[in-house]
């Protein structure tokens, strides 16, 4: 496609549930990331991907949120056990590398709320 | 801890004058800059950028400035239209000599500016 893409855009979920949000980032493109922002808040990073590796976890905030990039294109992030303070905007973002220069593009998100 | 901040939550601006969105960082770490714009709806798109050994950076009618000494940079736009009316994201990154993908962005909390004709 043209841009990142996510799904999907809005979900609803139960307290104690599992959750997975796929990203299908720009056709070529080496390096992925995901970010985490909340209502009036800036993006927060949570990790990033060059091509399947798995570059930077640091920014998952417990051993509830994972993500993976098995074939070096789609990503999933799986949240396990969602709790109410999980419930944000979840955004996907890819580059062509990791070089200064390459730009950043953001897909439009993944609302989740958790109920 | 917030590395990053934007401490105007809002700027209003009437259209054809300059609008000034500030930024201020603590990292002394960083060595590259970004201004991303956000649409409702939509994802953050990137703006323009600037690397560490500059002071400044232009592209249109956007230019940014950096102070390093100070931890600060600023965006300019003119002269403004309504089209900018957006929110505004300053980003920061380590990209340097022992730093991290330069996609690892800390971001700050967004400024909206409204432009009005």
């Known amino acids: 496609g043209a841009g990142v893409s996510q799904s999907p855009r809005y979900k609803v979920t139960k307290r104690g549930q599992d959750v997975a949000l796929r990203c299908d980032p720009i056709?070529?493109?080496?390096?992925l990331y995901w970010y985490r922002q909340a209502l009036g808040q800036g993006p927060e990073f949570l990790t990033y991907?060059?091509?399947?590796?798995?570059?930077?976890k640091s920014g998952l905030p417990n051993d509830r949120f994972s993500a993976e990039r098995p074939e070096g294109s789609i990503s999933t992030l799986t949240i396990q056990r969602t709790e109410q303070r999980d419930s944000a905007m979840y955004r996907c973002?890819?580059?062509?590398?990791?070089?200064?220069?390459?730009?950043?593009?953001f897909g439009e998100g993944s609302w989740l709320t958790v109920v | 801890d917030q590395q990053v901040k934007q401490n105007s939550p809002s700027l209003s601006v009437q259209e054809g004058r300059i609008s000034i969105l500030n930024c201020d960082y603590t990292?002394?770490?960083?060595?590259?800059f970004l201004w991303y714009k956000k649409y409702p709806a939509e994802g953050p798109t990137f703006l323009i950028s600037i690397s560490s050994i500059k002071d400044k950076n232009e592209d249109g009618r956007f230019t940014v400035f950096l102070n390093k000494s100070a931890k600060h940079l600023s965006l300019h736009i003119v002269p403004s239209q309504p089209g900018d009316s957006a929110v505004y994201f300053c980003a920061a990154s380590v990209h340097g000599a022992g730093g991290t993908s330069y996609g690892k962005l800390t971001f700050g909390q967004g400024t909206i500016l409204t432009v009005h004709p």
């Open positions: 991907f060059n091509y399947e590796a798995q570059q930077d």
């Open positions: 990292n002394s770490m960083f060595d590259y």
């Open positions: 056709s070529g493109h080496v390096s």
């Open positions: 973002a890819s580059s062509l590398g990791v070089d200064s220069g390459n730009t950043i593009y």
